[in-house]
């Protein structure tokens, strides 16, 4: 689709790090260079004129664009095209007039970037109107509008990589360009999600799930850059969730970047110990660094209720038996009665998972880790006296 108008609309969100790209095709050579923009996950905007065509004041400074000339040749028939593409598949490009560059001598440098482009300002020759670079043509793909809804809706471009390619071509010399090049414009990773592992379950449904230990603890999964573990005592004066997380914290963790996504409830510091018959809280605060600041992220709020493992004898360990029998029975629909058998009149002394010995808490954890996936189970070894 052509439309010859003097706007030309993409709609994108940048996620922009300093960047140079250089590339020599004979006649020229074309070095493409991003605006050292701080590193952001996300830029909120929306209907993003690339070129900023019409806006008063000015646009975005987006990239620069140099060309140096390797021959003293004239090239009186010229074009430029512009070319944004996401994952291979061009999005939009925009087309230039047929423009002259005079005979300077080889190593002429002509510097401009987007927003001259945008404004029709920038000219091989001060001294010749035919020099002046300006794009008269907008092609969109068919894609660009459903990217278009997808950021209005989301506020987020859909995940990719972004190219910027930079074209110019010698009309009388076929279809080849005689200078391209291209540079990483953005990768949309767009963080969005905190999922909470262990322990508990979702507050506000059903029992909440028993806890054995003072110092659980706390897994999760993420794509953010940083997290933030708070747990809260369950208080009767706590009508409601935002109660709850405006409330005062036991224990809120330091800042823990995204490589991290467990901690163990500490035993020592500032922190109110866990007290056994109580029920608690606990949340995880995702923060991303995006254009307009920091976005704060926040996960379910999972409860869970701590019991003192030496006032109920053995009963821990028969629920972890009949925790595995019930996670055993979804994946092996033809498990042996005799397995069946043992986990239902008797209980885990001791777990092995994979070789190694675990606690009753790290098996909750894993099963937990399994729900919703695929599992193949490739054995099973079990000892009736342990």
């Known amino acids: 689709m052509i439309r010859p108008t003097r706007f030309m609309y993409i709609f994108l969100i940048f996620f922009i790090w300093f960047n140079k790209g250089t590339a020599q095709n004979g006649d020229f050579t074309i070095n493409l260079n991003l605006y050292n923009v701080e590193a952001l996950n996300a830029l909120y905007l929306s209907d993003l004129d ?13 990239f620069s664009l140099q060309i140096v000339k390797n ?39 002509y510097q401009t970037d987007n927003l001259e482009l945008s404004n029709n300002m920038f000219a091989f020759s001060q001294d010749d109107p035919q020099s002046t670079v300006r794009f008269i043509e907008t092609k969109l793909n068919d894609e660009i509008e459903d990217l278009k809804q997808k950021v209005l809706a989301s506020g987020k471009v859909p995940t990719g990589q972004y190219l910027l390619q930079v074209s110019m071509f010698n009309l009388q010399a076929g279809s080849e360009p005689i200078a391209q090049n291209e540079i990483v414009l953005l990768n949309a990773i767009n963080p969005s999600y905190v999922q909470l592992i262990y322990p508990g379950s979702e507050a ?34 706590l ?17 823990l970047m995204q490589g991290t996504q467990n901690i163990q409830y500490p035993q020592a510091g500032n922190v ?14 995702m923060f991303n660094e995006t254009s307009t600041g920091e976005e704060t992220i926040q996960s379910e709020i999972w409860q869970f209720r701590l019991i003192n493992p030496a006032n109920i004898g053995d009963q821990p360990n028969k ?68």
């Open 204 to 237: 506000g449904f059903g029992t909440p799930d028993q806890v054995y230990t003072q110092y659980p603890v706390f897994q999760w999964a993420g794509n953010g850059e940083e997290y933030q573990v708070a747990v809260f005592e369950k208080r009767s004066a």
């Open 272 to 285: 109110i110990p866990l007290e056994y018959g109580n029920t608690y809280y606990w949340m995880v605060r």
């Open 71 to 109: 021959t003293g040749d004239a090239f009186p028939q010229t074009r430029m095209i512009i070319d944004i593409s996401r994952d291979g598949q061009s999005l939009v490009n925009w087309e230039s007039n047929i423009f002259r560059i005079p005979g300077d001598p080889a190593g002429t440098i």
């Open 50 to 62: 690339l070129f900023q065509q019409g806006l008063e004041g000015g646009g975005q400074e987006i």
């Open 319 to 386: 629920m972890a038996a009949r925790e595995l029998m019930q996670f055993l029975e979804n994946v092996l629909p033809d498990m042996p009665a005799s397995v069946k058998e043992l986990l239902s009149n008797g209980s885990l002394q001791s777990i092995n998972h994979n070789g190694q010995k675990i606690s009753r808490e790290e098996l909750y954890r894993i099963l937990k880790g399994y729900r919703g996936k695929d599992v193949e189970v490739y054995d099973i070894i079990y000892n009736e006296n342990k």
């Open 239 to 255: 009508q409601s969730f935002d109660d709850i997380i405006n409330s005062q914290p036991n224990w809120e963790s330091n800042r």
